[in-house]
């Protein structure tokens, strides 16, 4: 089993070594006290079924679902045959029922697999940098800095807000709540939100930082679960996403639309992904990255989906990205489909050039 963070920096007696190949930084126990021998030992105790297996018994699930399924439809498919041929037939039900069957079943054999360990917090936690890049967010940006405020963790917070050059009460409405954790960075004119981003990471102060979206509004203890997946998960963890859902979800049929792509196409794919150690995006909205990775793949690139061009770079330099699935924010999605069109091909050709 993968011997964890937080288990290893509880250990007495560590000695850092680096890893020759990632520069990552491992600590090696060389002593353990007897609680924490006793405490593995009951580990030991618990059924460990190794990934690799998790995923062949869902596929193995899947499949004799899909069989059974077929068997208990023959007769409704040979009458369908009769009237419209099996060519048509057995593209059509294997299309609306075979297919997305097979893929249901994958997906609920592996959630019914994936027994990770719960997330310990730490009495103390690390610090955080947290940046928000704003352009012309004044209907949210005070909610989701008070979100933020209001936070249950224990460990200090830096808030680095970027403007990136807003033309309305964004930045008043920023300098009106008087916090000394609230950092507020002006650019003078639009230059993106990766330009943005990469702004506040230069000012960056701590090791771990957190990017939020400005519309986007944070659950209670969403850093507390976040930063506690991050610290429990295996070394090489470069980042680690959050649960995100759809805060506007009843102000058209396109939010409503979005809502149900964000539960059943990204959190529960999320949830599979991570259980096979497969996590594709730590996406921008709300995600933990380590500092000096970030700087190391250059930051974020200049365009829409720059979260996912950082989160495939990093995937490619053999680093892992986490999923916590209790750290939950609320975001604003596109309440139009022209809005939301618009959004997806300016991603699709940064992704493709």
């Known amino acids: 089993m993968l011997e964890t963070r937080t288990e290893k920096e509880s250990n007495q007696n560590m000695a850092a070594t ?13 002593a353990a006290t007897k609680e924490k021998i006793n405490e ?11 990934v690799y297996s998790k995923f062949l018994i869902a596929q193995l699930g899947a499949l004799l679902w899909v069989l059974f399924s077929i068997w208990i439809a023959l007769p409704w498919i040979d009458s369908l045959a ?5 060519v048509l037939t057995i593209f059509a039900i294997g299309g609306m029922a075979i297919v997305p069957g097979y893929i249901s079943g994958i997906i609920i054999f592996s959630i019914l697999l994936d027994r990770r360990p719960p997330v310990k917090i730490p009495g103390e936690l690390p610090a955080l940098s947290i940046l928000i890049a704003a352009y012309n967010e004044e209907n949210a940006i005070e909610d989701t800095l008070k ?4 936070q249950d963790y224990s460990g200090s917070i830096e808030i680095i807000v970027i403007d990136d050059g807003s033309t309305d009460q964004t930045t008043n409405i920023i300098e009106t709540i008087t916090d000394p954790r609230i950092q507020l960075i002006k650019q003078k004119k639009n230059q993106g939100k990766a ?5 506040g990471l230069a000012v960056a102060s701590h090791g771990i930082i957190i990017t939020v979206d400005a519309d986007t509004f944070l659950y209670k203890d969403a850093l507390k679960y976040i930063v506690g997946r991050y610290l429990g998960d295996p070394e090489g963890t470069a980042a680690v996403a959050g649960a995100i859902a759809v805060r506007n979800s009843r102000k058209s049929w396109v939010t409503r639309v979005q809502e149900w ?20 995006v730590a996406q921008g909205a709300f995600s933990l990255y380590q500092r000096d990775l970030v700087k190391e793949m250059g930051g974020w690139a200049p365009c829409v989906g720059e979260d996912i061009v950082l989160s495939w770079g990093l995937l490619k330099q053999g ?24 959004k997806f091909e300016v991603q699709h050709r940064c992704l493709t050039a």
């Open 147 to 150: 979100s933020i405020l209001t």
């Open 319 to 342: 680093y892992r990205i986490g999923y916590a699935e209790n750290a939950i924010v609320f975001t604003n999605v596109p309440e139009t489909y022209k809005q939301g069109g618009f």
């Open 40 to 50: 593995r030992n009951q580990t030991d105790k618990k059924i460990y079924i190794p």
């Open 195 to 199: 330009s943005a981003l990469n702004a």
């Open 18 to 30: 680096l890893h020759p190949q990632k520069g990552i930084t491992f600590v090696k126990p060389e």
């Open 261 to 280: 792509d964000y539960f059943h196409g990204i959190a529960v794919v999320k949830r599979v992904q991570s259980l096979y150690q497969g996590t594709l």
């Open 82 to 86: 009769d009237i419209f041929g099996w």
